[in-house]
């Protein structure tokens, strides 16, 4: 079975600042891994995936991830926040045998001016 | 529609009561997922259709949790008998075929909230 862990329930950043958002996960076997974005009332859009190669994956608005093979992780990252980046931040596993996708509690992005 | 429709968006009923929530996914879309976020909390995996076969319902809490599908299209998830602890966000989200693009289009939700 496979599980997430996104440790920071909350990440409270200045805008133009740099953040990462953590997620480790575990998995006996090998793993896709994808970050999920929720913004205020609105549902969850898929903000990047890693399924295979380059273990650094870019996304939408900015956002990359690295996937980390031995350390079992992949953390989100962006170099310079905005605003409207305030968001709810999941990461998601799945097995590359399976469909059943695995959520973490997500991480609550708050930027300030 | 063009996205994945939730009815209804909001739901609130009495303890012992069945609500029914309803999903019409993407058309075309062969995968179907339901989830369940409690406030505060991640998604919680419920079950998954390919088609209108379930190969996984392992994260259906209860038995007092069905869900069914009607071929590639709508599917009922039904809760009987609703406890406080069932207020929740029921997400629902399909998928072309998860396996190749990787990504599950999610509808916005429908709000139970069981008094």
């Known amino acids: 079975a496979q599980s997430v862990t996104q440790l920071d329930s909350q990440v409270p950043v200045f805008e133009e600042a740099p953040v990462e958002l953590r997620c480790n996960y575990s998995?006996?076997?090998?793993?896709?891994l994808f970050w999920y974005v929720q913004y205020p009332n609105q549902g969850l859009q898929l903000l990047l995936k890693?399924?295979?190669?380059?273990?650094l994956v870019k996304g939408i608005n900015g956002f990359e991830a690295e996937f980390n093979k031995s350390q079992t992780s992949f953390h989100l990252r962006k170099p310079s926040v905005h605003i409207s980046d305030t968001a709810e931040y999941f990461c998601?596993?799945?097995?590359?045998?399976?469909?059943?996708?695995?959520f973490g509690t997500g991480t609550r992005l708050q930027v300030f001016p | 529609g063009a996205g994945v429709s939730q009815s209804p968006s909001n739901k609130v009923t009495e303890k012992g009561k069945d609500v029914e929530l309803r999903c019409d996914p993407i058309?075309?879309?062969?995968?179907l997922y339901w989830y369940r976020q409690r406030l505060g909390q991640g998604l919680e995996f419920l079950i998954y259709?390919?088609?209108?076969?379930?190969?996984?319902k392992s994260g259906l809490p209860s038995d007092r949790f069905s869900a069914e599908r009607t071929g590639e299209s709508v599917s009922t998830l039904t809760i009987q008998r609703t406890q406080q602890e069932d207020s929740a966000v029921y997400l629902c989200?399909?998928?072309?075929?998860?396996?190749?693009?990787?990504?599950?289009?999610f509808g916005e939700g429908s709000r139970l909230t069981v008094l």
């Open positions: 058309s075309g879309h062969t995968a």
């Open positions: 259709f390919q088609g209108n076969s379930a190969p996984d």
């Open positions: 998601a596993v799945s097995s590359i045998y399976t469909d059943k996708l695995i």
């Open positions: 998995s006996s076997v090998s793993v896709y």
């Open positions: 890693y399924l295979s190669g380059s273990t």
């Open positions: 989200a399909s998928s072309p075929s998860r396996k190749n693009t990787g990504e599950l289009f």
